[in-house]
Nanobody, 125 residues
Framework: QVQLVESGGGLVQAGGSLRLSCAASGRTFSVSVRSWFRQAPGKEREFVAAITRSGTSRFYADSVKGRFTISRDNAKNTVYLQMDSLNPEDTAVYYC??????????????????WGQGTQVTVSS
């Protein structure tokens, strides 16, 4: 009923940048946070970044802090992930997520109810 659709993934050389977008459609819902996770082959899905409703609070995994920037445009129901200084370790399928309710544990994947289909990010060396 609620759909999240990622876009913007692709192939980039180490040191390059990509900007991911995730647009929400379908049933209207209100949540305080939207997040990005990623999953590389053979690895567990891991938290990347999160942003609260107002956009004033942001959370980042240590591995991406200082390189990635999460933002949102509530009028467009869209969240973005600007990825700079990419390295091969960033190669993964990136997913955007949203919970049904507030008060979640932000960095835990099981907190989220809605997931996009994922977009592949590949960083070559």
């Amino acid at each position: 009923q609620v759909q999240l659709v990622e876009s913007g993934g692709g192939l980039v050389q180490a040191g390059g940048s990509l900007r991911l977008s995730c647009a929400a459609s379908g049933r209207t819902f209100s949540v305080s946070v939207r997040s990005w996770f990623r999953q590389a082959p053979g690895k567990e899905r891991e938290f990347v970044a999160a942003i609260t409703r107002s956009g004033t609070s942001r959370f980042y995994a240590d591995s991406v802090k200082g390189r990635f920037t999460i933002s949102r445009d509530n009028a467009k129901n869209t969240v973005y992930l600007q990825m700079d200084s990419l390295n091969p370790e960033d190669t993964a399928v990136y997913y955007c997520t949203a919970p049904q309710r507030d008060g979640i544990v932000v960095m835990t994947s099981t907190s989220y109810d809605y997931w996009g289909q994922g977009t592949q990010v590949t960083v070559s060396s």
